[in-house]
């Protein structure tokens, strides 16, 4: 388990707010979050951002 997902499964509505705050361009649809598809939402995050998966770690790691 990556250190986004360990993240997000802690606390959505903060990181969700947080990721937005980063970058403007994510809508709610982009951020719905569902138990067991969080690679589904890194993908999302990632083709919106142009975020590697590393970075976006990297970035939870911050938190």
């Known amino acids: 388990m990556s250190a986004f997902t360990d993240k997000v499964k802690g ?34 995050i990632q083709r919106k951002t142009g975020q590697t998966k590393e970075q976006l770690e990297k970035w939870a790691n911050r938190f």
């Open 11 to 44: 606390n959505w509505n903060i990181m969700k707010g947080k990721l937005k705050e980063e970058w403007a361009e994510l809508t709610d649809d982009d951020l719905l979050y569902a138990e067991g598809q969080e690679d589904e939402l890194i993908g999302r």
